[in-house]
C-alpha cells in the first residue's frame, strides 16, 4: 500500500511559501495550466507548502484571502484528479530556515496555540475530504526540539481529530525530517497518522554548489554521480530503521522530499532518481518530488526537458 494511495507526488514549493508574498507572484507562479500538466505527467498527488502568514495574522485571526487562494488550489487537484498533501511550512517562532528569524516556537505557549489554530482552521475547513493529508510541520532541525515537538504535535493531532476523525496526517522528525531520525518519534496517535522523511542523500551530492549552505556551496569541482556513493544498498541502509520503526508501529512511510539541485547535470540526475527509486519501490513508500517550478530543484524548468520523459519512469 503507498501511503494511503499517495504514491506519485510533486511539491508546488514557492507559490505559497519561500517567496515575496505580493500579489502578482500568488496569483501567476502557479496556475491552473501546472495542475494539468502535472496530471498529465502521471502525478497522482501535490504538496502545497504554506507559510504562516498567508493565512494566519499576528494576533492569530486567519486571514479569508489566504484561506480562499488554498481552496482555489484545492478545487484545481479535484479538476485534474490529484491529491494533496497540505503542509504547514512555516509557523510563528519557528522556520526550517535560520534565515527567516522565526524564532520561540518550543517554548512558547503562545506561538503553539497559534499553530494550534491553524490546524483546527484546516481540519474544519478540510476534514471531510477523502483527498487531502496533513502535514503538520516541515522539517524540524534541532534534536533537542523533539520532546517539545512529541507533546505538541500530539496536542495538535488531538484537535485536528474534533473535525477530521480520518484524515491522514504526516509527523516527521528533526534533522529536517531526516529518515535515520523516524526511530525516535512517538507511536501514532491513531491508524490514520504516518511517519514522514525527506531524503537528499548523499547531501554532499544533491546540494553540491547550494550557495544557502556552508561548506556545500564553494566547492571547486562538481561531483559526478559515480562518485558519489549513491547505490541501492545505501538507501537500503539509511531507511532500514525508518522501516523496522514503521512496521513495529504497524503504520507506514511517506517521503515528503527529494530530488537533485539544479547544478547537477539532468543526466546524472537521472541516474539517482533511478537509484532511489528502486528502493521506494521496493518498499513501496510513497513519494513527493522537490520541486515543480524553479526553487533550484525544478523538475518543470526547460534544462529537464531532454530527460523529462524518461525521469518520469522513476519518479
Not at 487537484?77 to 511550512?89: A, N, P, R, S
Not at 485536528?160 to 496526517?169: D, L, N, Y
Not at 513508500?285 to 515543480?292: A, E
Request: proline letters at 3%; glycine letters at 6%; aromatic letters at 14%.
Amino acid at each position: 500500500m503507498y501511503s494511503h494511495g499517495y504514491k506519485k507526488g510533486i511539491n508546488l514549493g514557492g507559490w505559497f511559501s519561500q517567496c515575496d508574498y505580493s500579489e502578482e507572484h500568488l496569483n501567476s507562479f502557479i496556475t491552473e495550466k501546472d495542475f494539468e500538466k502535472i496530471a498529465s505527467w502521471g502525478f497522482d498527488h501535490v504538496r502545497l507548502p504554506v507559510d504562516y502568514n498567508i493565512i494566519q495574522d499576528g494576533t492569530g485571526n486567519m486571514l479569508e484571502e489566504g484561506l480562499a487562494r488554498i481552496d482555489r488550489a484545492v478545487t484545481l487537484c479535484e479538476k485534474y484528479g490529484l491529491k494533496m498533501v497540505l503542509d504547514l511550512h512555516k509557523t510563528p517562532g519557528f522556520s526550517f530556515d535560520p534565515q527567516e528569524n522565526e524564532l520561540g516556537f518550543f517554548v512558547s505557549d503562545k506561538y503553539q496555540e497559534l499553530f494550534y489554530r491553524i490546524w483546527e482552521c484546516f481540519s474544519s475547513r478540510y476534514g471531510n475530504r477523502q483527498d487531502m493529508m496533513f502535514d503538520l510541520l516541515n522539517e524540524i532541525t534541532d534534536s533537542e526540539f523533539l520532546p517539545a515537538w512529541k507533546r505538541i504535535s500530539a496536542e495538535s493531532i488531538r484537535r485536528i481529530r474534533k473535525s477530521a476523525p480520518q484524515t491522514p496526517i504526516l509527523l516527521g522528525s528533526y534533522h529536517h525530517n531526516s529518515v535515520y531520525a523516524v526511530k525516535d518519534l512517538p507511536a501514532p496517535h491513531d491508524v490514520n497518522v504516518l511517519y514522514s522523511f525527506h531524503c537528499y542523500e548523499p547531501h554532499c551530492y544533491t546540494h553540491q554548489g547550494a550557495y544557502w549552505e556552508a561548506g556545500v556551496h564553494d566547492i571547486s569541482e562538481r561531483l559526478r554521480f559515480e562518485e558519489s556513493g549513491t547505490s541501492a544498498a545505501m538507501f537500503e541502509e539509511l531507511f532500514s530503521s525508518a522501516l523496522d520503526k514503521a512496521e513495529a508501529e504497524g503504520t507506514e512511510l511517506y517521503c515528503g522530499e527529494y530530488g537533485v539541485i539544479d547544478i547537477v547535470p539532468p543526466e546524472d540526475a537521472l541516474l539517482w532518481f533511478k537509484t532511489i527509486n528502486e528502493v521506494l519501490e521496493k518498499h513501496r513508500i510513497g513519494r513527493c518530488l522537490w520541486s515543480y517550478r524553479e526553487m533550484d530543484f525544478g523538475f518543470a524548468d526547460s534544462r529537464m526537458d531532454a530527460v523529462r520523459h524518461e525521469l518520469l519512469k522513476y519518479i
